[in-house]
Every structure is written in structure tokens, then in C-alpha cells.
């Protein structure tokens, strides 16, 4: 193991250290300055599911929220790595279906539900998972109606230069504190475009998000709404959590 990636976690079982683990971390408050920091955490990488929740601060910066009347449970999911329940599947179908859309047009693809229940349930019904189920489906949801909102095309909405996903990246990096040209940029497993942060720049963006009140009025709203319904819809948001991978 290089010296430079520190152990941060050790795992005893009895006596004995069973396992340790090596990574880096940062502290940061609300005001976006680092508190504390472990190993080198200006190296890049890529936040995966973590990111839903700035992904989805330009649905409701841009208007898209309100103009749909998405509700609570709905900005919930665009934040969600949800477990594919059948109250998660019918919601993301519902909001679809408001937008004159179905579960082809989402990009993602389709696995069997996280949550171990919907997937035996499926099992049993000798029924095959469906896009609805890809625990991404509600973030998808949110970018298809960004586009239905502001009148970009719905085909390609996963793509690098989308409109959509260039608001997207846009807000990642300013909540990050990075420049976007400067960024590293892949494919998530989900199909849409994922950057790589250095993660003191992760810390950054998570505490803004969940300390809004230096950020400006309207990113400020925009956090906090979709904090507040995560809160409201744990179900939702946190079903299966955050650090499940696309």
C-alpha cells in the first residue's frame, strides 16, 4: 500500500486487527472552509450516487420544479438511489406520464430492484425488471424535465453537451468551488456524464448543500427545498442510500 493513503478505519475482532482500510477525508463547514483533512484529498474522484442530490439543484433553479408541481416525494426521488419498491416504480411512472413520457425514454437501463423484498417479489411474479426499477429512474426523471421545461430535446439527454447535463456539470462545480474545464468527466453506470472531484471539493459542496445560507438566493432556495424533502420523504431519498453506485 503507498504510504500516503493513511489507514483511517480499523476492524477488530477480539484481540486482533481483522482489517484495515486506507482512504482520504475532509471536514468542511458551512462557510467552505476545511476543518479537517486526512491523507490527500485534493486527489480526485468520482462521487457516483452521493452526487444525486446537487444533480438535481437545476430541476428546481430552472423553474422545472414549480411549472410541474413536483411534489415533495417526487424531488425526494430525483435525490435517490431508491430501492425500487412498487411506490417508488409508480411514482417515477406517474411523473413520467405527466410529461407525456414513459420508461423508454429513460436512458438508464434496467436491474432488478435493490431493495431485497421488491426483488423477490418480481422473482415470484416471474416478472423482468424494467427501467422504472434502475435505482437512478428518479434522477432521470428530473432531467427529462428539465428539458421538457425549457424546451430542449428529450433524445440525448444523457449527453456530454446536452443542455441539460452542461446546467448539471455547471452547478457540480460551482457547488464544488472548481473549475468545470478543469474537471475530469465520465460515463456513470446509469448513462449520463459523472465528474470527477477532489474530494475537499466534495466536502465543499456538501456543506453548502446542507448549509445554504451563503450561497446566492436562488441556489440558496434551491438546496434547501430539496434538503427539506428529503427530510419529509426519507423513504424516497434514502431508501436504499446514498453510497449505492449507479
Known sequence: M?????V???ITRGPLV???HRGAAAVVDSAGAARAAWGNVQAPAFP???V???????????????ALALTAAELALACASHAGEPRHVQAVAAWLHRLGLASDDL???AHPPLGETAAADLMRRGEAPGRLHNNCSGKHAGFLSIARHRGFPV???AGLQHPVQRLVLAAVAEMAGIERSTATVATDGCGVPVMGLPVLAMARA???LAGPERLPPRRGAAAERLRAAMSRIPASSAAVGASIPC
Open 48 to 50: 457516483r450516487s452521493a
Open 155 to 157: 433524445r440525448g439527454y
Open 18 to 20: 481483522e482489517s484495515r
Open 2 to 6: 503507498p504510504d500516503g493513503i493513511p
Open 8 to 10: 483511517l478505519i480499523e
Open 52 to 66: 444525486k442530490p446537487l444533480q438535481a439543484l437545476p430541476l428546481v433553479e430552472s423553474g422545472a420544479a414549480d
Open 206 to 208: 456538501f456543506a453548502l
Open 107 to 109: 436512458v438508464c437501463g
